[in-house]
């Protein structure tokens, strides 16, 4: 920039310039005769000039100094800007320009943690975006390396709900787990259901089985491996199980880049083998059991150095895990009840429970689990983990019919949790069949198990008040769908069978029909038997297989067949 003094000496000096009058007097003196000699003429500038001069030198001061202010401000301006286009945001890390990368696909970035429903949370780094990490080594076995990853982190002096003898999960920890994982997970919907009516209270579902692989799981798996070291990331990991546990692993490892093999038995369906190679895992198929699996893959692991994953409580599954609950609470005001799956694999119950109970304690929370396989109950009872029972029916169970797999999930579940209710089969079949008709969700027995309390009638202390069940899994085969609708009509009297013996005569089997469209009972098979009929000769056995509206309408064809066919034998369910 010049030098504007000197210019502005240059332009204009009035010290240089000769003001000078002659013989003429002030203008403002007596007036006196002009000279008549008079050869040279004066100046022809005012007095008044020397005014004007200084006026004009500082005009051009001012401007001076105004341009050099200006200049200053435009280049701080543009130093703002270079910062802001360096400095990532802290989303970028899960996040693209277009929005996070939610399920493989880029969608609209989902709501952030609202901080206000967080006025208990003291470390509020994780908030306003100061997240630190921590590195951790690889210990000598793989096993205790996710057990031992949550010990590493400081301790923190804020306040937080829990007990102080359970050390390994905080209201921070699932906050934080909230936190980031929100660009990964689906935040799901918690609606008001159509079943309300039919039960006598305000009943919202939290519809868990629209994850991406169907499952609830994902929430802790994708916090679970976001929370390795980054050489174990490149490594990889490895699990044996066809559960969901596997599903979820198997793609968000895939989404972010970590190797993952799955080996699965010979006897796994292979649906699931094919959905597993589909989400980008490496399959292997090995061994007839899952426990010859299971010791395949640590084999494996130990030889090539991944990471042997399995369905645990540690502190960074359960948190994960934990985010369901503050979810909840967010979306249904005024909760008075919410409705877990229970079962040997309770982390999502003891995880949910911990957020529910330190934002509101007197919200209840229920654990719901199988009458033929109690195992949640007995190792409350006991105080330890039942190791010992086996489940015979697990291709219908899923994870809940699982062992129990830790004694941290156990200790949150027997001081938060304030109910454990045991469901029949009978109960998870009929309340799969509600879902369908009136939510139109196809889900599997975890995901049923939570409204098969409500329709078993196990708790009746929940009439008119809000509850909200979550329906955490939906991941059931085709062919076992079939079975369990076909199953379910039967135990809700939707679906009859009857036979009787007539006369091999004409118009005998139309007079039959007439009473079954005078009932309103729609025929779904009749059959005819005259070759293995023990009665007189020239009789017929006929079997017919009805549908009708409920139990209240099979009764009454039950009643109209009986006055004209005395003999008729109703098969019972």
């Not at 989400?279 to 395949?296: E, F, L, N, W």
């Not at 025929?523 to 005259?530: A, M």
């Given at each position: 920039m010049r030098n504007w003094s000197t210019m502005t000496s240059l332009l204009f000096d009035v010290n240089e310039v000769d003001y000078t009058i002659g013989v003429m007097v002030s203008p403002?003196?007596?007036?006196?005769?002009?000279p008549k000699d008079m050869t040279t003429p004066g100046p022809l500038l005012p007095p008044y000039g020397v005014v004007v001069g200084v006026l004009l030198r500082l005009v051009v001061y001012l401007v001076a100094v105004l341009y050099?202010?200006?200049?200053?401000?435009?280049?701080?301006?543009?130093?703002?800007?270079?910062k802001n286009q360096v400095a990532p945001a802290l989303c970028d890390l899960h996040c693209c320009k277009d929005g996070p990368i939610r399920n493989g696909l880029i969608g609209q970035k989902p709501p952030s943690i609202n901080p206000e429903r967080l006025k208990d949370?003291?470390?509020?780094?994780?908030?306003?975006?100061?997240v630190k990490t921590w590195e951790m080594k690889i210990v000598s076995r793989n096993e205790e390396l996710l057990r031992d990853g949550t010990s590493r982190i400081p301790q923190s002096s804020s306040r937080t709900s829990l007990p102080s003898c359970n050390k390994l999960i905080r209201f921070e920890d699932i906050s934080a787990a909230a936190f980031k994982i929100q660009c990964g997970v689906q935040k799901t919907p918690c609606m008001y259901s159509r079943l309300s009516k039919q039960y006598g209270m305000d009943i919202y579902l939290k519809k868990e089985f629209l994850q991406y692989t169907g499952s609830v799981k994902e929430r802790g798996v994708l916090y679970l491996l976001t929370s390795l070291p980054q050489d174990q990331q490149r490594k990889g990991v490895i699990v044996a199980s066809d559960s969901n546990f596997s599903m979820a692993v198997a793609y968000h490892a895939s989404e972010l880049r970590i190797p993952v093999f799955v080996i699965m038995s010979t006897s796994t369906s292979p649906a699931r083998v094919k959905m597993c190679r589909e989400y980008g895992a490496m399959v292997i198929s090995y061994g007839t059991t899952a426990k010859d699996s299971?010791?395949?893959?640590?084999r494996l692991a130990q030889e090539n150095g991944y990471l042997y994953l399995e369905e645990e409580d540690s502190a960074v599954y359960l948190s994960g895990l934990g985010t369901v609950g503050l979810e909840l609470y967010e979306q249904v005001p005024k909760l008075d009840a919410v409705i877990f799956p229970a079962g040997g694999h309770c982390g999502l119950l003891a995880g949910s429970a911990a957020a529910l109970k330190h934002l509101n304690p007197?919200?209840?929370?229920?654990?719901?689990e199988s009458e033929n396989f109690p195992v949640l109950q007995q190792s409350l009872k006991a105080g330890h983990p039942i190791e010992d029972q086996a489940c015979s029916n697990h291709h219908f169970y899923g994870d809940v019919s699982g062992l129990c797999f830790g004694s941290n999930s156990l200790q949150l579940t027997g001081k938060l949790v304030d109910k454990v209710v045991a469901v029949r089969e009978e109960d998870v079949l009929v309340s799969m069949l509600r879902l369908l008709e009136y939510e139109r969700a196809t889900v599997d027995a975890e995901g049923a198990i939570g409204l098969a309390a409500l329709v078993a009638g196990k708790l009746p202390e929940l009439k008119g008040k809000r509850v909200a069940i979550v329906i955490c899994s939906g991941n059931v085969e085709l062919h076992l769908l079939q079975q369990c609708i076909a199953r379910a009509l039967t135990l809700d009297n939707r679906v009859c069978r009857f036979s009787l013996v007539l006369p091999d005569c004409p118009g005998d089997i139309?007079?039959?029909?007439d009473i079954l469209a005078r009932e309103e009972a729609r025929v779904l098979d009749i059959k005819q038997e005259r070759t293995f009929v023990t009665s007189e000769l020239f009789m017929v056995k006929v079997t017919c297989t009805v549908e009708t509206r409920d139990k209240i309408h099979a009764a009454q064809l039950r009643s109209a067949l009986l006055e004209r066919y005395p003999t008729a034998a109703w098969t019972e369910r």
């Amino acid at each position: 920039m010049r030098n504007w003094s000197t210019m502005t000496s240059l332009l204009f000096d009035v010290n240089e310039v000769d003001y000078t009058i002659g013989v003429m007097v002030s203008p403002w003196g007596p007036p006196r005769d002009r000279p008549k000699d008079m050869t040279t003429p004066g100046p022809l500038l005012p007095p008044y000039g020397v005014v004007v001069g200084v006026l004009l030198r500082l005009v051009v001061y001012l401007v001076a100094v105004l341009y050099s202010y200006a200049e200053k401000l435009f280049l701080k301006k543009d130093d703002n800007k270079i910062k802001n286009q360096v400095a990532p945001a802290l989303c970028d890390l899960h996040c693209c320009k277009d929005g996070p990368i939610r399920n493989g696909l880029i969608g609209q970035k989902p709501p952030s943690i609202n901080p206000e429903r967080l006025k208990d949370f003291g470390e509020e780094d994780y908030l306003n975006g100061d997240v630190k990490t921590w590195e951790m080594k690889i210990v000598s076995r793989n096993e205790e390396l996710l057990r031992d990853g949550t010990s590493r982190i400081p301790q923190s002096s804020s306040r937080t709900s829990l007990p102080s003898c359970n050390k390994l999960i905080r209201f921070e920890d699932i906050s934080a787990a909230a936190f980031k994982i929100q660009c990964g997970v689906q935040k799901t919907p918690c609606m008001y259901s159509r079943l309300s009516k039919q039960y006598g209270m305000d009943i919202y579902l939290k519809k868990e089985f629209l994850q991406y692989t169907g499952s609830v799981k994902e929430r802790g798996v994708l916090y679970l491996l976001t929370s390795l070291p980054q050489d174990q990331q490149r490594k990889g990991v490895i699990v044996a199980s066809d559960s969901n546990f596997s599903m979820a692993v198997a793609y968000h490892a895939s989404e972010l880049r970590i190797p993952v093999f799955v080996i699965m038995s010979t006897s796994t369906s292979p649906a699931r083998v094919k959905m597993c190679r589909e989400y980008g895992a490496m399959v292997i198929s090995y061994g007839t059991t899952a426990k010859d699996s299971q010791t395949h893959a640590r084999r494996l692991a130990q030889e090539n150095g991944y990471l042997y994953l399995e369905e645990e409580d540690s502190a960074v599954y359960l948190s994960g895990l934990g985010t369901v609950g503050l979810e909840l609470y967010e979306q249904v005001p005024k909760l008075d009840a919410v409705i877990f799956p229970a079962g040997g694999h309770c982390g999502l119950l003891a995880g949910s429970a911990a957020a529910l109970k330190h934002l509101n304690p007197h919200i209840s929370v229920i654990g719901v689990e199988s009458e033929n396989f109690p195992v949640l109950q007995q190792s409350l009872k006991a105080g330890h983990p039942i190791e010992d029972q086996a489940c015979s029916n697990h291709h219908f169970y899923g994870d809940v019919s699982g062992l129990c797999f830790g004694s941290n999930s156990l200790q949150l579940t027997g001081k938060l949790v304030d109910k454990v209710v045991a469901v029949r089969e009978e109960d998870v079949l009929v309340s799969m069949l509600r879902l369908l008709e009136y939510e139109r969700a196809t889900v599997d027995a975890e995901g049923a198990i939570g409204l098969a309390a409500l329709v078993a009638g196990k708790l009746p202390e929940l009439k008119g008040k809000r509850v909200a069940i979550v329906i955490c899994s939906g991941n059931v085969e085709l062919h076992l769908l079939q079975q369990c609708i076909a199953r379910a009509l039967t135990l809700d009297n939707r679906v009859c069978r009857f036979s009787l013996v007539l006369p091999d005569c004409p118009g005998d089997i139309s007079k039959l029909l007439d009473i079954l469209a005078r009932e309103e009972a729609r025929v779904l098979d009749i059959k005819q038997e005259r070759t293995f009929v023990t009665s007189e000769l020239f009789m017929v056995k006929v079997t017919c297989t009805v549908e009708t509206r409920d139990k209240i309408h099979a009764a009454q064809l039950r009643s109209a067949l009986l006055e004209r066919y005395p003999t008729a034998a109703w098969t019972e369910r």
